[in-house]
């Protein structure tokens, strides 16, 4: 019998069988890994295996290829700042989402585990979870291979006047050597380089330049699969904060 023991977040559940649920948690030391929780559906344990709980598993199998049995005690329930307002809850979603869309399985992450627990642990604050967000789907594509670099213009090396982003490279160009290329490239919103405002109007264009990156980059490798619908809602959450 192969055994371990780890704290984790909860992504997504899933009913199995008659009582039982399949859960996938994302854990420092075993990345994205699944299991089932026998009496998942249980009054005593359904609450506990809610997406963004924080819980200690104990995974068990008979053989390391198999789904094998997850037994679940709670550290913290993140399910009443997530229902506080629609933010939280698109924000939720979006995370969980992409987490079990992007991350290959049992493949450990463990500065994105982290930087996704401090995420989680903002829920419910609206002043600073957009921004908190946005640098997030920055730090998902850095982990994955695919951060940007936006230090400097690609063609000329100028740090000034960075205007755009290649949708080929990910690096910085600047107005200037953008030229007539302009309406090829991707917008760079100073909040997206660590500058300028941090309005919702800002965060929501900054997410419209890593969102392609997240779609062409690391969802498109994965089949005909579409971005999550609760990304879109948490873009249009973030606007409807300034309306």
Known sequence: MITWRDEAA???????????????????????????VR???????APVLQPGAQVTVSWSARLDDHLGSFAVEP???RSAAAMGDRLSLAGLNAVCALLVMVLPEREA?????????SLLDLLGQPDVWPLAYL???QALLEEMGFGMDLS?????????????????SGRAVSRDA???????????????????DASGAEIAKALGTTGFFIENRLIKGLGDRPMPAARARLIDAILRLEA
């Open 10 to 36: 909860v992504l997504s559940v899933r009913a199995f069988g008659e009582t039982s649920a399949i859960i996938e948690v994302f854990s420092p030391v075993h990345g994205r890994h699944a299991g089932v």
């Open 39 to 45: 009496g998942g559906t249980s009054r005593k344990i």
């Open 75 to 77: 550290v913290r329930s």
């Open 109 to 117: 992450h463990l500065p994105l585990y982290h930087r996704t627990i």
């Open 135 to 137: 640098r997030w789907e």
């Open 152 to 168: 400097a213009c690609a063609a000329s090396g100028v740090n000034e006047d960075l205007a755009f982003v290649s949708p080929k």
């Open 178 to 196: 953008a030229g007539v290329w302009a309406d090829r490239l991707l917008p760079l919103p100073p909040v997206l380089a660590g500058k300028g």
